[in-house]
Nanobody
Framework: QVQLVESGGGLVQAGGSLRLSCAAS????????MAWYRQAPGKQRELVAQ???????DYVDSVKGRFTISRDNAKNTVYLQIHSLKPEDTAVYYC???????????WGQGTQVTVSS
């Protein structure tokens, strides 16, 4: 089991930056994939960025060049650095972790990001 706690959300003007953090209750070294999802009002939750245990990263097209995901295994923390925020980035951002042996999905409670125009 692992608990995930997000932080760093808030209200920011368009063009601004934020860094979201996801702190895990235990070592994330064995977690195969760490990811950030977001869910805007009235929309489905979507995968924004993910990073594997080997450090490979992938992003949804709409955030490429603006979002950077990273993981610090020593601190059991995953980050999402966000630049050039747009109003359409407004959403609750969720941290996700996947362990494949056995396959298990973990979710945080979410952190709200609101971008004003």
């Amino acid at each position: 089991q692992v608990q995930l706690v997000e932080s760093g959300g808030g209200l920011v003007q368009a063009g601004g930056s934020l860094r979201l953090s996801c702190a895990a209750s235990r070592s994330i070294f064995s977690l195969n994939v760490m990811a950030w999802y977001r869910q805007a009002p009235g929309k489905q939750r979507e995968l924004v960025a993910q990073i594997t245990s080997g450090g490979r990263t992938d992003y949804v097209d709409s955030v490429k060049g603006r979002f950077t995901i990273s993981r610090d295994n020593a601190k059991n923390t995953v980050y999402l650095q966000i630049h050039s925020l747009k109003p359409e980035d407004t959403a609750v951002y969720y941290c996700n972790a996947v362990s494949i042996s056995p396959i298990t999905f973990y979710w945080g409670q979410g952190t709200q990001v609101t971008v004003s125009s």
